[in-house]
């Protein structure tokens, strides 16, 4: 489910090809995407796409309700965006190539590897990255209290899928979050926890303001 | 004034616990879900530069020529350091060629791409499944050993001959914070290095000799580390680099290194391969005798096979002959990786013993519980073995190996065993008390992701009669006493001794403060539920806070050491444990699915059962990862690495794990052997024990097991990927 959402995200950016749906494109998965994503990206009208770069260009991102005006190469991802030039080193670096969803944040909405998407092609989307989410969210809380966290380096990706996840599914079952945080790779071992953690804080957010 | 030393350090009996033992939410859980804990791959510092490794993209090259003219000519890069220059032999595919320090990540990146290196590509081996064939020169003894007659156990008629291979690929690491480093002078001669490292006390020793500076000018932080699981122990070539770089160009300077670079040079678990002939006596069930050959490698420097661990625990098989290759090929240099060897022990023995028990029709579990007396600690197995069935409902689910229907799905079980030491290693540690009532400690020590920080939190709360929240843990800085590494499950009794030794001195300090103002004796206090009390006098007390009024302007010091002659020991070694796998195995597409997987274990005396319990699952889970996904792959014509990715160098997902069931043994455990004899155990009274390394080694041998039991053959060798699997049951199993 997370897969189908991080897939029409993208597809609301500009350049109607992500590094990632190219990289879909390029064979590894469904063959019915990469046919969607080539066939949108042909029909992205010729004259819309202006050129800019290679040197740094004015990009104005909107994170966690702020809006930054920096100057970036067009090559530098919304992940280097965030950790390098705003400090927000939540979403990390871990695979670099929308494997392992360490650096998903959330783009109206709806869960994206950072990694994947272009700074620039972010503009003009509500970003939310995990230092949106105050540390007594119930996602948070119920991470800590089911211990779905070893050394942490995973966990806020998996905190920001997880955190759309529930806001869709509220009843899941464990065999939901199967599903849902398929797009995630943990490598201490946390998945027991995880489960627990995102049925529990899925049921308690629903109740919840700002969740 | 009383001399201290008038409160015991051991630890509180069972009935007494108020945190110990319990399951407490991890202190830094918070810190590490919402983002908001920093590692080292999150340093930024002001004007900060990057660095960027170019890397070989050959498994056996000598280096003809460099040019880096193009590289140093863009703006922006501000050095080019050629790590392995003309001339060089490079052994293995990712070995560092050159850096490339630039004033942003992507400018380094343009720095590397620029830089042209002309290769002499050379032979290479990279395949080193077949023995026989791996080069003269390439393959080094690895020890040979002999126990009894092996020759006469085998001739005896009472004795079945079993014979087979097995074999565990090169793995690596694959942390998920690659390795890396912030370095920035503060002064001529002083430097800060953020690191990821497993050894915040020993880094800036490492480094001083490289950058000859006093080791003491050194600062190493290392507050969050992304994984570590044995490779990142020390400054490494770009720990050293990134000081060097910053201080000539007198800006702080970061490499992490990118995925593949990781993934290809950061280390690796070695492979172990094994031709093992086993003699069981037909009338007892009984292995009387064993020969392995053993070989793998550990990279360019080959190493990495211990013959120690074939037999691996069945060590008291009275007949053995045994003998063990290395085997030196152009693929990463290994590093200890969580339990080193002992996962190779496993799937090597196990995966035998279980053939034998299926070769003479005896059910998997009684011929483990038949033979555990070849075992150093039988009693433990014993129990563990009967837990952990009866967890996996062996007696429901087993059935002879292959009888498993005539449907595509077919299910199995499988047992596998192991051992690990897990001892303490020494460790300092300062307890303050504060005026106000706040209490900090401090231990040059690092915390894995295992908890170390929860655990000393709750050492001291258990102390001072205080709650973990209550506990500023003030780790992960070479500025406090040093403390070990954490490899080879050895904090958990490190950090919990001294701990416990500086919390009880501390108290001792505050009692003798604290006692006056009470008309007591220091002797007649006791810490309990955020109070001071008498013993002697029930109802007289005093909040801690009050208590803490006495101290005066200074705090007191609490100091703990380990080991502490002086004291008894809170810490041990020696845990067993055993893993059951229940899996489902298509064999029309060769899937093997996990149903559930039980992992019985002890460890001593638990400090906090919920991260405890963590680690046995994460162990599990790092076991499925390698017994089912996980490998190393190499082109055999290229000899590069094909998979130094996450899309190729397969991890299991949330969903691929199936039901996991963690049991921990605590205090004492009573169950009665299937001879009727009871069998007690305390397993708290050994104090701590290191529990991060033995729930790893199993689950490839009880996974294999599982897998044989539900399709009727072996497939030799892990991981158990589909095309292995269908290999198998057409009769083309091999160790390729």
Redesign the interface.
Known sequence: MAEKQRGRASDRLRSGISRRDFLRGSGALAAATALRTATEAAAAPAGAASVVGPGPVPVTLTVNGQTHRLKLEPRVTLLDALRNHLDLTGAKKVCDRGTCGACTVLLDGAPVYACSVLAIDAQGHKIETVEALSPDHPMIQAFVDHDGLQCGFCTPGFVMAAVAFARQNPECSEEDVCRGLSGNICRCGTYVGIREAVVEAARKMRGAANA | MLKADFLKTAWPEPGKRIWIGKEV??I????????????T??I?RPNMLWGKFLICPHAHARIKRIDTSQAEAIPGVRKVEIVQGEGSEIVFHGDEIALVVAD???LAVDGVRAIKVEYEVLDHVVDETNLDQIPRGNRRPGGRRRTGNVDEAFASPEVVTIEGQYGIPMITH?????HGVVAEWTGDDELTVWISTQNVSGISGQLANALKIPAGNIRTICH????G?GSKFGPDRWGILAAKIARELNRPVKI?L??DHELLSAGTRPSGFARVKLGVDRKTKKVVAWESTLWGTGGPGGGGTSISVTPYIFTRIPNQRREAYNVRANVGPRRAWRAPNHPQGAALTMTALADAAAALGVDELQFFLNNVDLTDRPDVYTQELLIAADLIEWRKHWHPRGESGSGPLVEGLGISMHTWGGRPHNSQALVHIYPDGSVDVQLGSQD????TRTVIAIVVAETLGLKPEQITVQIGDSRYPPSGASGGSTTVGGVSSSTRRAAVDALEQLFEKVAPSLGVEPTDLVARNGRILSKSKPDLSVSWKRACRTIGMEPITGQGRQPDPEDQPLASQGVGGVQMAHVVVDKDTGVVRIKRFVAVQDCGLIIDL??A??QV??????GI?YALYEECVHDPITGRRLNP???FYK?P???D?GE?IAHMMVGKVTVTAPDGRKITIDYDEPGVIGLGEPPVISPGAAISNAVANAIGVRVPRLPLTPDRVLAALAGKGGLA
């Open positions: 939410n991890r830094d859980g918070v810190a590490k879900a919402s983002g908001r804990a920093k590692y791959y999150d930024n942003s990540e992507e694959c942390c998920l914070e690659s969050f580390i992304g994984g699981f992490m990118d995925r894995l992701g295992t908890g919920k991260t319990k963590s699952y994460g162990g599990v889970i790092m990862a990715n996450m899309e991890l997902g949330i969903g794990v996991i």
